[in-house]
């Protein structure tokens, strides 16, 4: 990942759009995911799965506020580093319904292994705003 995605204050993000980690939808098919990896879980995705619509364009944004995580989307071909202070931007979509682990793959910290996640691929018929960021 270059570095488009940009900069933020990694000690403010409440002040950012990471302060509501979530899904936004941004055009008919598009959506915004907005990710914040930390110590030891994914915003959104631990604990409960991280939900998108099958097919459609997805753009993540993931940041970190502590240290440098890993996001692996297992199964594709997603595979990120997450630097504190450095925004990780990249498009995809998912083409099939279904659900992907998550993991970090670098190491963060005494529960780094326990660090994981979930993507929930849903038909578009399905997707609703419930799974938005209000
Ligand atoms: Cu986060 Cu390892």
């Known amino acids: 990942v270059g570095d488009r995605g940009?900069?933020?204050d990694p000690t403010n993000l409440a002040e950012t759009p990471f302060g509501?980690?979530?899904v936004r939808q941004v055009g008919?098919?598009?959506?915004?995911?907005?990710m914040v990896a930390r110590q030891f879980l994914f915003q959104p995705g631990t604990g409960r799965p991280l939900t998108l619509p099958q097919g459609s364009k997805i753009t993540f944004h993931i940041t970190s506020p502590d240290v440098i995580h890993g996001i692996q989307v297992?199964?594709?071909n997603l595979n990120v580093?997450?630097?504190p202070g450095q925004v990780a931007t990249f498009e995809t979509s998912f083409p099939e319904v279904g659900t992907y682990g998550?993991?970090?793959h670098e190491y963060c910290g005494p529960a780094h292994h326990t660090m994981e996640g979930l993507i929930e691929i849903?038909?578009?018929?399905?997707?609703n705003e419930d799974m938005l960021v209000q």
């Open 20 to 22: 509501q980690p979530g």
């Open 102 to 104: 998550m993991l970090c």
């Open 6 to 8: 940009g900069t933020v």
């Open 122 to 127: 849903v038909p578009p018929s399905e997707f």
């Open 81 to 83: 580093m997450v630097i």
């Open 74 to 76: 297992v199964g594709t």
């Open 28 to 34: 008919e098919n598009e959506y915004e995911v907005y």
